[in-house]
């Protein structure tokens, strides 16, 4: 992958995840990288093709993630709070997840760009589950719900916490992602 074509796509992700998927245009990204619009659009002829490797990206991303906790063992409860450290960090940031960006504006994406959103977000919701489902098994982790039920329940609010936390003054994230790790505690 170019240098350029790298440079596009991680502000391109930036720029969603800080102002939103409608709220940007090439000019923002040839601006910032001192590039014409024309370079930008010959590495993605349309916004659909950046907004769905964005995407693409962050699957690689998260796929890879998963594959080096497995192999390093982790167990369940370091891959949640692998997990939850990702959205601390987006917090620290200011940024959203794309779930939690590029979702209020699923009506408007492309067909293309919106099945890879919603292969990512059932991506991530399938190894969630699944963490809880085996630490539920192996007596790490506590909790009445079906793991398919609590896997929505965590995910979702630590997509709406980030939300939130732009909008209510002082608001504690990190109090949140430990609610949910003290709420699975046998």
Sequence with gaps: MSVTREKIIELGENLIRTKGYNAFSYQDI???????????HYYFPSKENLGTS????????????????????????????TF??????????????????????????SNTTK???????????????GILTSGKMNNIFSFNDEPQNKA?????????SLQLSRIIDKFDYKAVCQSIIEDLKP
């Design 30 to 40: 040839s601006t910032e990288l001192g590039i014409k619009n024309a370079a930008v």
């Design 115 to 129: 099945a890879e959103l919603v292969k990512m977000t059932e991506i991530i919701h399938h190894w969630l589950a």
């Design 152 to 160: 929505t329940l965590i995910f979702s609010c630590l997509v709406a």
């Design 84 to 109: 939850i450290k990702i959205y601390i960090k987006s917090h620290r940031e200011q940024k959203l997840c794309l779930v939690g960006s590029l979702g209020p504006d699923i009506n408007t994406l």
């Design 54 to 81: 964005i995407i693409k990206t962050n699957i690689q991303r998260f796929e890879e993630m998963i594959d080096n906790m497995h192999s390093r063992k982790f167990d369940e409860w370091q891959q949640l709070e």
